[in-house]
């Protein structure tokens, strides 16, 4: 991953109070590696690397970063800037219903996220969506959708496939109108390329239905394509939002800047997944490294590979997704971790990690580590699985036979609690996230 190749620069650099030029050069052209790799559009990267370079050149380092850090921190928030903030607001019409067109290629997902986002809309902002079938192509697509709507006990409206989308739009909204139903999700067809009879279809549709929202449904797998995709659509039909779909697969997500920096759509949600709760708001940081791979634990594995067995990284990495990870674990891990190196190096390519109060106070040197280490041991076996069980008085005994103190045993718990947030942050953002390979 790119931050195991950044690391490699990093360490010629270390120690220097200033990035220079060449350094950021250096670092740029792996990160402009990382950019292509991820399925970013060329001419995104180009401009994106231009800039960052003006940014990174000649900035002071600061304290608690090194320059390879800086110039990481550069780049990942450009990238966030380059995504725009988050924004996965839906349109409320003053004069419902509202209405959202679905758009894109077949097998986008265009049908399983007008479930997805039917199912939102009710629960989250309790409102009461038609979804409307008006793909009367490909075949059992309505029935599709039906099933959707019988698994969300929601309304579904069809006519056939005799009866062109145009007038099952034109119906669905009258009916929406009388039932008061105050949103109506069209569900439309796609074709395997874009193709000027099913743009002049969806143009149709649009001119009658007045969609307050048209959202292009994208396959994050698709890379580079996603981008002219994208741009066909944007220009045919003037998007007002994307949804990048199977991102629970292995991809970078490249598509999502692309997308963004080409046509200026904003990414609304992604899909993680098939199942009618897998669509999330879009967070551009976390998108942003995960295009990097950076803050990735996985690649925290892949350095803790060097010194531990597969099986034992797997199984870490198994323990740390489902949340089940123990002072023992940990106890275990630190013994492994030592023969890495530094600790809060290690520690610093988690994401966010610079923002967890404590972790600066966890730059370990080895007496520490063995501080720690005893600390752990002094606990009993339930009291490293469940840490919450740990009162004052057990505070007491255990800073006793580990001959610290209190505080320390405060602190060390502390951290603990921080490290698991931040793990379930993150098992948000990588679980599934590479399930091919693995370790790369
Ligand atoms: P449409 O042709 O655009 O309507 O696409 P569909 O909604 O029929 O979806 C095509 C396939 O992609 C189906 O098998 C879906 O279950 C699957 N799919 C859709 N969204 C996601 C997602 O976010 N993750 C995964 N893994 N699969 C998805
Ligand atoms: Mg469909």
């Avoid at 610079?354 to 005893?374: C, F, P, R, S, T």
């Amino acid at each position: 991953g790119l931050a195991s190749r950044l690391q490699q620069t990093m360490q010629k650099i270390r120690g220097k109070g200033v990035v220079n030029e060449a350094d950021v050069k250096e670092m740029m052209r792996e990160v402009r590696l990382a950019l292509l790799e991820a399925d970013v559009n060329f001419k995104v990267v180009k401009d994106f690397v231009k800039r960052v370079n003006e940014r990174a050149v000649g900035q002071e380092v600061l304290k608690s970063l090194t320059p390879g850090q800086q110039v990481i921190k550069v780049v990942q928030e450009e990238l966030t800037a380059l995504m725009g903030g988050e924004q996965s607001k839906i349109a409320v019409s003053n004069r419902p219903p509202t209405v959202i067109m679905m758009v894109g290629l077949q097998g986008a997902g265009k049908t399983t996220t007008t479930g997805k986002l039917a199912n939102l809309l009710r629960k989250k902002y309790n409102r009461k969506p038609l979804l409307v079938a008006a793909d009367i192509y490909r075949p059992a697509a309505i029935k599709q959708l039906e099933t959707l709507g019988k698994q969300l006990n929601m309304p579904v409206f069809s006519l056939g496939d005799q009866v062109s989308p145009v007038e099952i739009a034109k119906q669905a909204i009258a009916k929406a109108k009388e039932e008061h139903l105050d949103y109506v999700l069209i569900d439309t067809a796609g074709r395997l390329h874009i193709d000027e009879a099913l743009m002049d279809e969806l143009q149709q549709v649009k001119e009658i239905a007045k969609p307050d929202e048209i959202f292009l449904v994208v396959d994050a797998m698709t890379g580079q394509d996603a981008v002219n995709v994208a741009d066909s659509f944007h220009q045919q039909l003037g998007l007002t939002g994307a949804v990048l779909t199977k991102l629970d697969g292995d991809t970078r997500g490249g598509a999502a800047l692309s997308i963004r920096a080409v046509t200026n759509t904003p990414i609304k949600f992604v899909g993680m997944g098939e199942k009618l709760d897998a669509l999330e708001p879009f967070h551009p940081e976390r998108m942003a490294s995960r295009i990097l791979g950076m803050g990735d634990v996985l690649t925290l594995i892949e350095k803790a590979q060097m010194a531990v067995d597969e099986d034992k990284a797997r199984e870490l990495e198994q323990k740390m997704r489902s949340m089940s990870f123990t002072f023992e674990d940990f106890l275990d891990q630190l013994g492994q971790v030592r023969k890495l190196g530094p600790l809060d190096e290690i520690l610093g390519m988690l994401p966010g990690a610079n923002k967890i109060k404590g972790l600066k106070d966890m730059k370990v040197d080895e007496k520490q580590i063995k501080h720690v280490e005893a600390i752990i041991q002094s606990m009993t076996k339930e009291e490293k699985i469940h840490p919450e069980i740990i009162s004052a008085s057990r505070k007491k005994r255990i800073a006793k036979g580990s001959g610290r103190n209190v505080q320390e045993v405060n602190r060390l718990l502390k951290q603990f609690e921080d490290m698991k947030k931040m793990m379930k942050q993150m098992s948000g953002m990588t679980a599934k996230g590479k399930k091919k390979g693995g370790f790369k």
